[in-house]
């Protein structure tokens, strides 16, 4: 059994408030993509080379589709039409 219990108060939401936590969530985000760019930059300057992941087959040695290319055959045609050609 799962009990969930949750405690606070209410509190007016004017525009003063709603435009700093636009601020504050913006800010966070900027800061994530800012920071994973830092450290990219840090392992360019290092001499890191960055590397292409190889392209998936079509399909597999077996013949049968790859389960990538799967995935998105169900999800264009929906489920039940992924029929191998």
């Known amino acids: 059994m799962l009990s969930v219990a949750s405690a606070g108060q209410a509190e007016y939401l004017g ?3 709603l435009a ?3 601020l504050k969530f913006s800010a966070m985000t ?7 760019h830092w450290e990219a ?6 001499g890191e080379r ?3 992941a ?4 079509s399909r597999s040695a ?13 999800r264009e045609w929906g489920a039940g039409n992924c029929a191998v050609a």
């Open 54 to 57: 190889r392209p998936l087959p």
């Open 50 to 52: 960055f590397v292409r």
């Open 30 to 36: 900027w800061k994530i993509v800012v920071g994973i």
């Open 20 to 22: 700093a936590c636009l």
């Open 41 to 46: 930059l840090k392992l360019w300057l290092k």
């Open 15 to 17: 525009t003063d408030r």
């Open 62 to 74: 077996t013949g049968i589709t790859s389960g990538v290319r799967a995935w998105r055959m169900n």
